[in-house]
């Protein structure tokens, strides 16, 4: 069973501060990982993707690739009010189209 | 970019009725995509459609169907509602030929109660 895993939270951070937000996958030959932000009550929306080992930035947003330990992560610099949400991880394989989706990661920004 | 359009953000239904969710996009994405949403599960795959005529059942077929007879619609049927179909569901779309290595993208969302 592949499975894709993340913390619930809430994870509380403080306005300006850093957003840590995590995901480990247990599937070995996942080839994609992304990152999608859903307001409550709406549809997830791409922050980002990222196929290779190391980071990728975007702006205020930096993901993390370690493809040894299985994990990929998500920096949000200069946390906004606004970045408050449900940060989803979804990881694909290498031989069809579906994703195996995380629960989600609750982040609270607090002014 | 991407349009994908779901026709209701809340429907209201009751057990036993049929009940139809349709989905449209404007980018003639081959690839579309049906999923339910529940507090603490993330997104479960329901069915998948890769062309027209064409589908492959997801992680939780049982209880519904899906028809695609044109490239830009597909639509999500419960053939006897019940009220653990009581959820969020999604609609998303994928561009031709790109596999998992491209992203998903997403309709608004349907809010369906049942009753």
């Known amino acids: 069973q592949k499975e894709v895993e993340q913390n619930s939270g809430p994870l509380s951070v403080p306005e300006g501060a850093i957003a840590s937000l995590n995901c480990t996958y247990s599937?070995?030959?996942?080839?994609?990982f992304f990152w999608y932000r859903q307001y409550s009550g709406k549809s997830p929306e791409l922050i980002m993707f990222?196929?290779s080992n190391g980071d990728k930035e975007d702006g205020r947003f930096t993901a993390q690739l370690n493809k040894a330990s299985q994990y990929v992560s998500l920096l949000i610099r200069d946390s906004q009010p606004s970045d408050s949400a449900t940060y989803l991880c979804?990881?694909?394989?290498?031989?069809?189209?579906?994703?195996?989706w995380g629960a989600g990661t609750k982040l609270i920004i607090k002014p | 970019d991407v349009k994908v359009t779901q026709s209701s953000r809340y429907l209201v239904k009751r057990t036993g009725e049929k009940v139809f969710l349709e989905c449209v996009q404007d980018m003639d994405h081959e690839n579309m995509f049906w999923y339910r949403q529940d507090p603490g599960l993330g997104l479960r795959l329901i069915y998948f459609?890769?062309?027209?005529?064409?589908?492959e059942k997801g992680d939780i077929p049982e209880g519904y169907s899906v028809s695609r007879e044109k490239k830009e619609r597909f639509s999500l049927i419960l053939e006897s509602a019940s009220t653990n179909q009581t959820s969020m569901y999604l609609c998303a779309s994928l561009a031709p030929g790109q596999g998992v290595n491209q992203p998903q993208h997403f309709g608004d969302g349907t809010r369906l109660s049942i009753l």
């Open positions: 979804a990881v694909g394989g290498d031989s069809n189209y579906q994703l195996i």
């Open positions: 599937d070995r030959g996942s080839q994609s």
């Open positions: 459609s890769y062309d027209v005529k064409m589908k």
């Open positions: 990222i196929y």
